[in-house]
């Protein structure tokens, strides 16, 4: 057995995947000891950083970061519980363009170009290979290490490799089944985290948790019009079949778990007294 004498958890905070929420039930249960990671330059550079990062801040417990590269370093006496957020890569695109639109004063790419474009010519734009991934086969970009040519269509080595990675994660979450993961989650760290409560209040949500995905997704097309929505989804191909991948991972999971319902529904009234509170 190895020595462990730290868990750190690691949001692998994917943009508008549902972190925002998350990351607020993570700031309450570890206070302090939580940290919103934002320097992302420093980040990026890797396994190095992480690790001196850690070890010069020996109080952190969970660490959440936009900006995750992988592979993790290997601390001795460390183990890692890495979490990770997936959505449907089609049902996620309006939510990037309304977000990316609000944020007035940025003079990124992104939110200058969702600021002067309609949905259909903000996502034409990003289609572009020569624009960043952001609609683009996002998932399967966030589950590998950093490729030389990061905007390059995903190959069938890069897909198995990330699937590999999120069947790895010792807690992988769905975005459109998020009650669930929470259980999941919690399942995963009480023996670490006994007291563990992640029972929460949706923050920073883009889209009306009322309509279905294929709500969402007819209007996605409606707006977007057949040649766009079609290359839209041409173009997250690799995507879609991660997803696909993940969702099977992700039921094998949950009806695994003993008395999955009954905890669903006590998460659920968690949530429900934290709403009213």
């Known amino acids: 057995m190895p020595d462990v004498r730290r868990v750190v958890i690691i949001h692998n905070h994917l943009f508008k995947n549902a972190g925002t929420t998350l990351d607020g039930a993570l700031a309450r249960e570890f206070g302090a000891a939580f940290v919103d990671h934002r320097d992302d330059a420093a980040m990026q550079q890797g396994a190095r950083y992480l690790e001196e990062y850690l070890r010069d801040h020996p109080g952190v417990a969970a660490l959440s970061t936009h900006h995750l590269a992988l592979p993790l370093p290997v601390i001795a006496g460390v183990q890692f519980a890495v979490i990770t957020m997936f959505r449907h890569p089609i049902e996620r695109v309006t939510s990037v363009y309304a ?65 590999a990675f999120a069947r790895s994660l010792a807690m ?57 929505f079609e290359r839209l989804e041409t173009a997250n191909a690799p995507d879609l079949r991660l997803y696909a991948g993940v969702v099977e991972e992700f039921d ?14 006590e998460f659920r009234l968690r949530c429900g007294q934290r709403q009213n509170a």
């Not at 969702?114 to 949905?119: D, P, Q």
């Not at 979450?173 to 929470?182: A, C, I, K, P, T």
């Not at 949950?254 to 999955?260: C, D, I, K, V």
């Open 252 to 265: 094998r999971r949950f009806a695994a778990l003993p008395e999955a319902e009954a905890r669903l529904a």
């Open 99 to 163: 977000f990316e639109r609000k944020q007035e004063h940025s003079p990124n790419p992104g939110p200058r170009k969702a600021r002067e474009s309609s949905l259909a010519e903000y996502v034409a734009w990003r289609l572009d290979p020569l624009v960043g991934p952001t609609i683009r086969n996002f998932h399967v970009v966030k589950c590998l290490p950093p490729r030389l040519d990061f905007l390059a269509m995903p190959d069938a080595a890069d897909e198995a490799n990330a699937l």
């Open 172 to 228: 992988l979450g769905l975005v459109e089944r998020f009650d669930e993961s929470m259980v999941l989650f919690e399942e995963a760290l009480r023996p670490h985290f006994p007291r563990i409560d992640l029972s929460c209040v949706a923050l920073n949500v883009g889209q009306s948790v009322a309509e279905s995905r294929g709500e969402r997704v007819r209007k996605l097309r409606e707006a977007l019009g057949e040649a766009v």
